[in-house]
């Protein structure tokens, strides 16, 4: 058994929208992340800086690099601040 269903280009009229669709609502205020407020997880910091996720956890723990601590688990970093700490170790060798 086959239903049809007639095609109608406009069912409705510009001022009756259609029960079944949701109105997407946004907040008024929406809050925007500035560029001051750059933290990141572990692994985006481990691919910033070439090194495995367990590495990123140790130089915290031993703290080379400074970590912000918002839970047993959540862990985050700021990135400007650990690419500065990262630089203190930079050596400068020259060629032989």
Known sequence: ??????????PFSDDQLP???PVPMQPKDRAVPDDSDTFANIRTVARL????????QRL???KVIPVIRLGRRCTRF??????AAVR?????ERGR
């Open 1 to 10: 058994m086959r239903f049809h269903k007639e095609f109608n280009s406009n």
């Open 88 to 92: 203190k170790y930079q050596l400068n």
């Open 60 to 62: 915290a723990q031993r």
């Open 19 to 21: 029960i079944h669709k």
């Open 78 to 83: 700021d990135i400007e601040a650990v690419i």
């Open 49 to 56: 800086l070439n090194i495995s996720p367990r590495h990123v």
